[in-house]
């Protein structure tokens, strides 16, 4: 089933560390093929992405001349302050271009551009970048592995005294340009939303300022609903993609070929690992879990809910220094997938950041079910149940560390350690004065500001 048409929100937490960041991603991993990474917070000062880009070859302009900057490797950010409705670039529209350069001296490689009556008119709008790679070296025929990019965008910038209020929710696209050879060899922009256009601001996706908090109507008559695999027959299904616990081992030496269509099927653990140094990424490693809800009354309202899983072990024993805290993200999703070919290439892309947990490794093998760690995924959980729809995550994080990898049991792992396999727990309430009006909107519209 396609991804459907509600537009992707990225939350985005205030004031917190780059490995707290909200994180979402994009594209594929092959030969020509670019997948990126984008960590997205802010502070009094003003906004703040990262984009991380795994890349096979990296171009940069030698001889930068400011109009040229996206024939290269480069970024573009897209942001609307303006309503969800506006279809027309306007001065609420900004675009900000930034090419991969590793040295201080940047101005010649980045550029800022406002909406004008439908089209980008270039500003002197003032933000800051920086930016770095990971391989042999650019501007060569020789396999590298990726860059990164960073953004500093201040509020001041924009015309505001400080950050929006939290609620407030903008319009944001990005655009990952890519280039692999000297003659320049087409190949199309990587684009996040997938089916965003750059001149239409209401095809972009949205960033809401702040976390968003779930609170339920007042409600009687309170149930529990627990979903795990096997128990009472539920089916639950789960994988993760990427790099697994093996760093993609089956794909080495040369990863991009084939590292983006590894498939994990029923395995009995999984890894959720990130970190910053983009030339590990054969390590990186998402999972994917699906729950069913019919086993909730169709008229109940959800009170709560969390997400639990078990932990027993962690990447990088033996090295120094050795595992790491990490904070695990959770990110609904909108499409249906199948364990037996979800890979990290054709899995679905996120739709919201709902829920984070600081996740510590373990010193030694705890014994089962492992150490439980929750997320609360109440609001989710509410969204999927009104929709009619089963519970669909997404699990990542946006550690810098290297050794962040967590490991927990799947779904697969045997009847023995059925305990610990991943569990959802319900808690709902029935409305005796209008039952049958529940309603929670799945992605309010955004808001000027």
């Known amino acids: 089933m396609a991804q459907d048409a509600v537009a992707p929100r990225v939350n985005v937490p205030y004031d917190v560390p780059v490995e707290e960041a909200a994180i979402f991603w994009f594209g594929r991993v092959g030969p020509t093929e670019n997948d990126s990474d984008v960590r997205v917070g802010y502070d009094e000062a003003?906004?703040?992405?990262?984009?991380?880009?795994f890349d096979r070859r990296l171009w940069y302009d030698q001889d930068a001349a400011g109009d040229d900057l996206t024939n290269w490797d480069a970024v573009t950010v897209y942001l609307d302050r303006g309503s969800k409705t506006n279809d027309e670039l306007d001065a609420s529209t900004y675009r900000f271009d930034a090419q991969l350069v590793w040295w201080e001296r940047r101005d010649a490689y980045q550029d800022a551009y406002q909406g004008d009556g439908g089209t980008w008119e270039q500003a002197a709008i003032g933000f800051r970048t920086v930016s770095d790679w990971r391989g042999d070296q650019p501007?060569?025929?020789?396999?590298?592995?990726?860059?990164?990019?960073?953004y500093m965008i201040p509020f001041e910038s924009l015309g505001l005294d400080g950050p929006p209020p939290q609620g407030t929710v903008w319009g944001l696209a990005v655009a990952v340009h890519d280039r692999d050879d000297a003659t320049n060899t087409p190949i199309s922009d990587t684009l996040w939303p997938e089916n965003m256009v750059v001149d239409q601001p209401a095809t972009w996706g949205q960033l809401a300022f702040g976390l968003p908090v779930y609170s339920p109507p007042p409600?009687?008559?309170q149930g529990t609903t627990t979903i795990r695999h096997g128990l009472q027959g539920a089916t639950v299904v789960d994988a993760d993609v990427g790099g697994s616990s093996v760093c993609g081992a089956a794909a080495a030496p040369e990863f991009f070929p084939t590292w983006g269509t590894l498939n994990y099927a029923g395995k009995g653990f999984?890894?959720?690992?990130?970190?910053?140094?983009?030339s590990d990424w054969p390590c990186f490693s998402k999972y994917y879990v699906t729950f069913p809800l019919d086993g909730i009354p169709a008229h109940a309202t959800i009170v709560s809910a969390t997400l639990?899983?078990?932990?027993?072990?962690?990447a990088g024993e033996g090295w120094d220094p050795g595992p790491q805290p990490s904070v695990i993200q959770a990110l609904t999703i909108a499409s249906d997938w199948d364990e037996a070919t979800i890979t990290w290439n054709n899995a679905p892309l996120a739709r919201e950041n709902v829920a984070s947990t600081l996740v510590e490794p373990v010193?030694?093998?705890?014994g089962r079910p492992g150490i439980p760690y929750h997320w609360d995924v109440s609001r989710a959980v509410a969204q999927a149940h009104t929709s009619g729809g089963p519970l669909r995550l997404a699990m990542y994080e946006s550690d810098l560390a290297y050794h962040s990898g967590k490991y927990f049991d799947t779904c697969e792992t045997d009847e023995w350690g059925a305990e610990g396999r991943p569990?959802?727990?319900?808690?709902?309430?029935?409305?005796?004065?209008?039952p049958h009006s529940i309603y929670l909107p799945l992605v309010p519209a955004r808001e000027s500001n």
């Open 423 to 434: 569990t959802l727990k319900v808690t709902w309430g029935l409305r005796l004065d209008t």
């Open 139 to 150: 501007n060569n025929d020789v396999d590298d592995r990726g860059w990164w990019l960073q």
């Open 308 to 314: 639990t899983l078990f932990l027993w072990g962690n």
């Open 219 to 221: 409600v009687t008559s």
């Open 46 to 53: 003003g906004l703040f992405l990262r984009i991380t880009t």
């Open 270 to 278: 999984l890894n959720i690992q990130n970190q910053g140094d983009v």
């Open 363 to 366: 010193s030694s093998y705890p």
